[in-house]
């Protein structure tokens, strides 16, 4: 299975998992041209702005440790984008969750962190 491919069926996976903690998809691989916002959701009136990061095996190391300070401001930056678009979210309390996940053989090891980081907003 190439990159793109194991990348799509991870954010299905990460979907699916954040779906049963109650949180509600309103979007998936949002691009823009500096980037892209792997899940956008609702949690309770909280928007929320997952970055899901796979690992195909324990072996690959921490999906986490994909999230540098960078990767951050530049998911803060995409997010302030997104709600210059989606003026009706602007008064919406938000925050930034990440969805670790590791494939097992056939399954996978999920975590979902809520509140991951608070990037400086600009």
């Known amino acids: 299975m190439d990159t793109k491919a194991f990348g799509l069926l991870a954010e299905g996976v990460a979907a699916r998992s954040l779906s049963r903690l109650g949180y509600r998809i309103l979007e998936r691989n949002v691009r823009f041209s500096r980037g892209e916002l792997d899940l956008v959701a609702k949690h309770g009136e909280i928007l929320v702005f997952c970055e899901v990061k796979a690992r195909r095996c324990p072996m690959s190391g921490e999906p986490g440790e994909a999230i540098d300070a960078r990767k951050q401001a530049r998911l803060a930056r995409l997010a302030v984008e997104y709600l210059r678009i989606h003026p009706e979210?602007?008064?919406?309390?938000?925050?930034?969750?990440?969805?670790?996940?590791?494939?097992?053989?056939?399954?996978?090891?999920?975590?979902?962190?809520?509140?991951?980081?608070?990037?400086?907003?600009?």
């Open 89 to 122: 979210l602007s008064g919406c309390p938000c925050r930034f969750d990440a969805v670790l996940l590791w494939r097992e053989g056939w399954r996978w090891r999920t975590e979902v962190i809520a509140d991951a980081f608070r990037p400086g907003w600009e």
